[in-house]
């Protein structure tokens, strides 16, 4: 079993869908977690961080359930330009140092 | 966010030689740096582990000796993929830990061809 786990998509939703997205990770001592969306050919870059009393920034809404292991990534209203790769990112703390676990990213297109 | 730059962005290079890229965090200082590799359609690999002022901690598969790394500063640390072969062709992605933001920030990654 991976230890972040997505579903690979694509995901296909025309403009102005809301879309979600799941994650679930099996080390249950992982200390923080994260969203990266990931352009075709670029790096990853930082695009929310994920509490368990959820964060919600303008389109977006991330949520974590420890008890679970789960987390989610919400897009409402979704644009041409949210097309992209997102991925599901946890941090470990590995021997003394903090380090990321990648989920294999999900891809989602938005049609117009 | 936090921003890290890498150098060269692309490079082509001939089978045997050597290649260095720079990766450095331009607002921050950066303890800790993380070297990555990716092909197309997969997911980031952690490559090695990069502490300022000490040898850094490689990943199970990936040979120090031919991905050397050095980080002599907080802002600056360097990949070498020494005698580079066709299979070492990757995207190369550096990434800087923001203690304050509790998050890494990604470089824009080094496209190697090696011919």
Same mark, same amino acid.
């Given at each position: ?11 296909? @939703?025309?403009?102005? #869908? ?6 679930? *990770?099996? /080390? ?7 969203? &990266? ?13 994920? &509490?368990?009393?959820? /964060? ?8 974590? +359930?420890? #008890? ?7 897009? $409402? ?8 790769? *997102?991925?599901?990112? @946890? ?6 140092? *903090? ?7 999900? $891809?989602?297109? @938005?049609?117009? | ?22 990766? $450095? ?25 990069? /502490? ?5 901690? *490689? ?10 790394? /050095? ?10 993929? =020494? ?14 830990? +923001? ?10 990654? =080094?496209?190697? =061809?090696?011919?």
């Amino acid at each position: 079993r991976k230890e972040v786990e997505q579903d690979p998509g694509p995901f296909n @939703v025309p403009e102005g #869908a809301t879309v979600a997205f799941n994650c679930t *990770y099996s /080390n249950s001592a992982s200390q923080s977690f994260f969203w &990266y969306r990931q352009d075709c050919r670029k790096e990853p870059k930082l695009l929310m961080s994920v &509490y368990s009393s959820g /964060n919600e920034d303008g389109r977006f809404t991330a949520q974590l +359930n420890r #008890a679970s292991q789960y987390i989610s990534l919400l897009i $409402r209203d979704s644009k041409l330009s949210d097309s992209a790769t *997102y991925l599901c990112v @946890v941090d470990c703390l590995t021997s003394g140092t *903090y380090k990321y676990i990648f989920g294999t990213g999900t $891809r989602l297109k @938005v049609l117009a | 966010g936090a921003v890290v730059s890498q150098h060269p962005s692309w490079v082509i290079c001939k089978s045997g030689t050597s290649v260095k890229i720079e990766c $450095r965090s331009l607002d921050f200082q950066a303890t800790t740096m993380f070297w990555y590799r990716q092909f197309p359609k997969q997911s980031l690999m952690l490559m090695a582990t990069s /502490n300022e002022g000490s040898k850094a901690t *490689y990943e199970q598969g990936v040979e120090k000796d031919k991905f050397l790394i /050095n980080h002599a500063s907080l802002t600056l640390s360097t990949l070498t993929v =020494t005698s580079a072969h066709p299979e070492d062709s990757s995207f190369y992605i550096c990434s800087a830990r +923001n203690y304050q933001q509790g998050a890494q920030f990604f470089g824009p990654g =080094t496209r190697l =061809t090696v011919l």
